[in-house]
């Protein structure tokens, strides 16, 4: 079972959640060659904790 969130659908997850995706997913592949298709996971991974963190600062900013 991959450990890769769904993309973003409008739906947030949570900054944390997100971070310990990509730790996950790092660690499966320790002293691995990566594949394409892992870097390609790599990416989504990146790019949902990249959403999940400007939403969280948003809120912070908004609130001050």
Do not use: C, H, K
Request: net charge negative.
């Amino acid at each position: 079972m991959s450990p890769t969130p769904p993309a973003p659908t409008g739906v947030s997850v949570p900054a944390s959640e997100a971070n310990d995706s990509i730790r996950r997913f790092v660690r499966a592949r320790r002293d691995l060659a990566w594949t394409a298709q892992d870097m390609a996971e790599y990416a989504v991974l990146l790019e949902i904790w990249t959403v999940a963190v400007r939403a969280e600062v948003s809120e912070v900013v908004e609130a001050a």
